[in-house]
């Protein structure tokens, strides 16, 4: 099981998903036999459960992008802009989708809701938040959801290696490029390391994570 968790208004959201969200999935009775479903209730209980425990961070919540391998199946899952990108072949193959409040279905849904999207320096949920997906931010709760898209990939010898990224990375550098550079190196925590030296270089803006992960094939 691996992750990205990027907070925004604070670290809190992020770290209580961090230390609770795999936990719930393990737990969860179908996590082997329809895992999608054990995915989808985990985000949501997590999300629950700390909106319960703590009143007190209103506007603080968190992106996730999060990998589980069962047997020779990966599924990927997210919400908000942190992106998983596969190598599958040489080939770049995204398996998210970013969650902005400018996208068509995105913005239906938050107007459905009673909500409003409007720009602010970027298109933002409530004029606020800039990501229409996310786990916490208590106070656009109703609009924004913590619903995952979950991807599932058969785990073949086609398939070389996943990163899991914050868009502090995307924003600079492209899922090709990326894909590119990780290639060349072995070691995951190097190509990772590669990578955010690369959007550093490239003066991204924003928080920078990322992890990636080699499959090996015996």
Same mark, same amino acid.
Request: glycine share 8%; hydrophobic share 40%; aromatic share 8%.
């Given at each position: 099981?691996?992750?990205?968790?990027?907070?925004?208004?604070?670290?809190?959201?992020?770290?209580?998903?961090?230390?609770?969200?795999?936990?719930?999935?393990?737990?969860?009775?179908?996590?082997?036999?329809?895992?999608?479903?054990?995915?989808?209730?985990? @985000?949501?209980?997590?999300?629950? /459960?700390? #909106?319960?425990?703590?009143?007190?961070?209103?506007?603080?919540?968190?992106?996730? *992008?999060?990998?589980?391998? %069962?047997?020779?199946?990966?599924?990927?899952?997210?919400?908000?802009?942190?992106?998983?990108?596969?190598?599958?072949?040489?080939?770049?193959?995204?398996? *998210?989708?970013?969650?902005?409040?400018?996208?068509?279905?995105?913005? &239906?849904? =938050?107007?459905?809701?009673?909500?409003?999207?409007?720009?602010?320096?970027?298109?933002?949920?409530?004029?606020?938040?800039?990501? !229409?997906?996310?786990?916490?931010?208590?106070? #656009?709760? &109703? @609009?924004?959801?913590?619903? +995952?898209?979950?991807?599932? /990939?058969?785990?073949?010898? *086609?398939?070389?290696?996943? =990163? #899991?990224?914050?868009?502090? #990375?995307?924003?600079?550098?492209?899922? /090709?490029?990326?894909?590119?550079?990780?290639?060349? =190196? &072995?070691? +995951?925590?190097?190509?990772?390391?590669?990578?955010? &030296? /690369?959007?550093?270089?490239?003066? !991204?803006?924003?928080?920078?994570?990322? %992890?990636?992960?080699?499959?090996?094939?015996?």
């Amino acid at each position: 099981m691996h992750g990205s968790f990027i907070g925004h208004g604070g670290a809190k959201v992020a770290e209580y998903v961090k230390h609770n969200l795999f936990s719930h999935l393990l737990r969860h009775p179908k996590f082997m036999s329809d895992t999608k479903v054990a995915i989808d209730d985990s @985000y949501k209980s997590t999300d629950s /459960e700390f #909106l319960e425990s703590d009143s007190t961070q209103n506007q603080c919540g968190s992106t996730a *992008s999060t990998a589980v391998l %069962v047997g020779d199946r990966l599924f990927v899952a997210n919400v908000g802009d942190s992106r998983a990108i596969i190598c599958r072949a040489g080939n770049a193959v995204p398996v *998210s989708k970013d969650h902005k409040p400018d996208q068509t279905d995105e913005r &239906q849904r =938050i107007e459905e809701a009673g909500g409003f999207v409007m720009w602010a320096g970027t298109w933002r949920v409530g004029g606020v938040l800039a990501v !229409s997906r996310a786990f916490g931010d208590k106070l #656009l709760k &109703q @609009y924004v959801v913590v619903d +995952p898209e979950i991807r599932e /990939e058969i785990v073949d010898e *086609s398939l070389e290696f996943l =990163i #899991l990224a914050s868009d502090g #990375l995307w924003d600079v550098v492209s899922n /090709e490029e990326a894909v590119d550079m990780t290639r060349s =190196i &072995q070691d +995951p925590e190097e190509a990772a390391k590669r990578l955010l &030296q /690369e959007a550093y270089k490239r003066e !991204s803006s924003d928080n920078i994570t990322c %992890v990636v992960v080699r499959f090996f094939h015996g």
